[in-house]
């Protein structure tokens, strides 16, 4: 990712009536990066990226791009350009008109023109459709034009407002990985949002997810997904557990709840002194069954509560004997987990370092070393 | 036929051939009636007149003469000329209010849209005669506007030739059947997506150009069907031209009604009718076919 930001949003907020659509949002996305808003509905994803285009009028705050103020800039003279929910492909013109809508208008020379809107067809594999009408066109062809008429005017970033939204679920997958491709060939930053948290995850660079109006986390895939910052990222992003620790003893940065009989809770240690319980978070498929307690490790008793099926992995609902329940994802390459019926007891467990204290703020702030050597850390 | 039957019973008979093709026919019964009675009846009498058939009129026999003496008058032809001018113009007035009117009404009401449409649509449920006596007396010389623009000191004298003239009549025109303007327009703007427009904006169109590019190929069709709906009516009135127009903006419609209320002439008259229903009916044909052309951009 480049040093210097291609968009920078500052207090950016957007009030309708009384509500608060966008609240202070800040962000920096950077130059070629592939960017996710990401978010359930109405949590201000959509109403920002309009912003950012500019068919939105911030309340307060301020969009930067390349350098530029163009907070109270019109969509048309900003150098992005935004592929819409529903395409909003121009229905009496051909694909071939369509895509060179753009460029048209910004008088490029005839043959440049034919040359580039020819380029970008072939490159979202639509050659030999130049002639039809979008009614003509299935979903993902319509989708691909949509593409390529705001991709044909080289705009210094591309917005994208759930452009997959209306497609089947397997055309969905093949156009994410397709999209992901466009984007690092040409190098165009892009700014995706939806609501989709595998999508966001499968193709994005860094994920702003956002809640309320408000951003809560920024950070890459990886992070946001193993290290959430607060409980409602680590409950939208995949499965979680979130657990609540009672501090027992606190040594060596980390912090353990003692159940007895050898079982504890660890916890990499938030820092907060004054706190008696803490939140903690933890992957399902960082959980291991039947697990002997150790140290670094966290080992508890519980008891079978449902065992599903999922076809790669199994599920296991696990009532821990702290009450709480406890998801469980084994993969299925042997038969070990089907063998788990409910209410058999088992002992679960998991490392110190996958383990990660909710509500904590910035990412690496509070997650300590894990302890060398006898923690089997499973990638 | 054949009786199905159901534990015995039966149920219901399979209708014969007979009664299944007069079955439609019987729901048409009295709409066709109205029809014939009311419409083609008088049409038939028109036609037989203009012909001066014998056994109705208690003329000579089978003549083409009506329709001759027509076509061949110049004076005739001159009229046709200023009442083409007249109801074109108007025609366009007409179009100049009603696109931003249905395009306001269309995208821009809101909640007030459907309240808006009722306004639009009452007004002109206003009497038409009511409403042209209004106009007299806005263009008159004594009228409001030359009141008007005397006290603000932009004229000596009144305008003579705000009334009694071909502008008064396309002024009338202009607001004569608007509501039959502006709906089917408006009706063809609902159907466009206003998505396009954010996305027109957003590949760099000002609003000229989204109207030029985006709008008005997708509204072409809501205008033609205007076309068809208000030209003829515009074409042919005569109660404007006669209240307003004077000498010089003496319209067809008015030759006539002149010829048949005021020359007792039924054949001249008829057989002008049947030309001017000729024209309009194919004036009318032709939009209807233009309005079914996709339009390119």
Known sequence: MSERAMIELRGLSKRYGDALAADSVNLDIGVGEFFSLLGPSGCGKTTTLRMIAGFEEPTSGSVTLDGEDVTWVSPRRRKVNMVFQDYALFPHMTVAENVAFGLKLSKVPKAELRERVARIIASVRLEGYEGRRPAQLSGGQRQRVALARALVNEPAALLLDEPLGALDLKLRKEMQLELKAIQQRTGTTFVYVTHDQEEALTMSDRIAVMNGGRVEQVDDARTVYDRPATEFVADFIGTSNLLSLRVDRREGGTVAMDLGGGMSMVAPDPGEVERTTISITVRPEKVRVGVEPGPGWSCLRGRIAQNVFLGSVTQLIVELQTGEMLTVHELNDDEGATRLAPGAVVSVGWALAHSYPIGQGAPGGAVGPSRAGQAEVIA | ?297
């Not at chain 2, 089978?62 to 109801?87: D, H, M, V």
């Not at chain 2, 995208?107 to 002109?124: C, M, Q, S, T």
């Not at chain 2, 069907?225 to 127009?245: K, R």
């Open chain 2, 1 to 297: 036929m054949e009786a199905a039957t159901i534990a015995g019973a039966a149920v219901g008979r399979r209708p014969s051939r007979l009664t299944r093709l007069l079955r439609p026919l019987a729901f048409m019964t009295l709409p066709t009636a109205t029809l014939i009675v009311l419409f083609l009846i008088p049409m038939g009498i028109l036609f037989v007149y203009s012909f001066e058939y014998g056994p109705l009129t208690g003329s000579s026999g089978f003549t083409l003469t009506n329709f001759t003496g027509f076509l061949s008058e110049p004076l005739y032809g001159r009229i046709a000329w200023t009442t083409f001018q007249i109801a074109t113009i108007a025609m366009l007035a007409q179009l100049l209010f009603a696109v931003p009117l249905a395009y306001v009404l269309a995208y821009k009401a809101g909640r007030f849209e459907l309240p808006l449409l009722l306004a639009l649509v009452l007004a002109d449920e206003l009497n038409p005669m009511v409403k042209i006596y209004a106009w007299r007396m806005l263009l008159g010389r004594d009228g409001l506007i030359n009141e008007a623009l005397l006290r603000i000191g932009l004229i000596d004298h009144p305008i003579d030739a705000l009334l009694f003239s071909k502008f008064a009549v396309i002024v009338v025109l202009s607001t004569s059947y608007l509501t039959y303007t502006v709906i089917p327009i408006y009706a063809s703007m609902k159907a466009v997506d206003a998505g396009l427009f954010e996305a027109a904006l957003d590949l760099g169109a000002g609003w000229f150009t989204t109207f030029r590019r985006v709008l008005l190929p997708l509204i072409a069709p809501g205008i033609f069907i205007a076309l068809l709906l208000v030209y003829v009516p515009l074409f042919t009135d005569f109660a404007s031209p006669t209240l307003v127009g004077g000498t010089s903006g003496y319209m067809l419609g008015q030759v006539v009604a002149d010829e048949v209320l005021q020359n007792g002439n039924l054949n001249g008259g008829a057989a002008m009718s049947i030309l001017l229903l000729v024209g309009a009916a194919l004036f009318s044909y032709v939009a209807y076919r233009l309005s079914r052309v996709k339009v390119e951009s």
